[in-house]
């Protein structure tokens, strides 16, 4: 059954039992899709992934990064460039890059690497990415995602899509972790809103789309 709302926190222990059971299932799930195999037929396979802020309550996403790193060409996290919701997914080498920024605390990488040189942006990148994990303040089960006001992810997800149609490559996964406490009955959208392909919860996945069903093991 979904919740509304929740109008309270969660407690702590229920948050970090949360985490510990999320956690193993997302790491599982990686592992089924696969992303060696997925790195054998593209020897540029890449991923986007966030990095989860503490403050925020997001579902971690360290134990991915670092899965992530040993076994795809590229990983990109994102990097706030300003408040008109222009974000970037920059490469990352290695999770001791990333910098906390103000207000929150969230690890960003630099714009530039250990040796002065811009990083590869997924925008510009030669090859398509393949999957993006990403967070949200709520959820419905069509695939619907409440953000946090910014605009970003819509906005990133928008551009990703056109370089892909563009080059006609098949557009990424779109994959949401969360809390089931983040699960609500319905969200309203307006038209700029992207809706996620799969929700992964404590709970197990949620399939939202077409793309989902197909792609998902």
């Known amino acids: 059954m979904l919740r509304s709302l929740p109008g309270r926190m969660m407690s702590t222990d229920s948050i970090g039992l949360a985490k510990a059971a999320l956690r193993r299932d997302v790491l599982q799930r990686l592992k089924g899709m696969s992303?060696?195999?997925m790195q054998s037929e593209s020897e540029s396979g890449s991923v986007a992934v966030?990095?989860?802020?503490?403050?925020?309550?997001?579902?971690?996403?360290?134990?991915?990064?670092?899965?992530?790193?040993?076994?795809?060409?590229?990983v990109y996290v994102p990097r706030v460039l300003d408040r008109d919701s222009n974000m970037h997914f920059l490469r990352l080498q290695g999770l001791e890059e990333l910098v906390q920024v103000p207000p929150f605390g969230i690890r960003e990488p630099p714009l530039t690497d250990a040796?002065?040189?811009?990083?590869?942006?997924?925008?510009?990148?030669?090859d398509p990415l393949q999957l993006i994990i990403m967070p949200?303040?709520?959820?419905?089960?069509?695939?619907?995602?409440?953000?946090?006001?910014?605009?970003?992810?819509?906005?990133?997800?928008?551009?990703?899509?056109?370089?892909?149609?563009?080059?006609?490559?098949?557009?990424?996964?779109?994959?949401?972790?969360?809390?089931?406490?983040?699960?609500?009955?319905?969200?309203?959208?307006?038209?700029?809103d992207v809706p996620v392909d799969v929700i992964v919860t404590p709970r197990g996945p949620i399939l939202c789309t077409r793309h989902g069903e197909e792609e998902w093991p």
């Open 115 to 126: 040796a002065g040189a811009p990083r590869s942006d997924a925008l510009q990148s030669p």
């Open 50 to 74: 966030y990095v989860d802020c503490e403050r925020l309550r997001e579902v971690q996403t360290e134990s991915i990064v670092t899965a992530a790193l040993k076994s795809c060409a590229r």
């Open 136 to 192: 949200g303040l709520a959820f419905d089960e069509s695939g619907r995602r409440l953000g946090r006001g910014g605009g970003y992810y819509d906005k990133f997800i928008t551009s990703i899509r056109q370089r892909s149609l563009e080059r006609s490559w098949k557009t990424p996964l779109l994959v949401a972790l969360a809390f089931n406490a983040q699960m609500v009955d319905s969200i309203p959208v307006g038209h700029h």
């Open 35 to 37: 992303m060696q195999d």
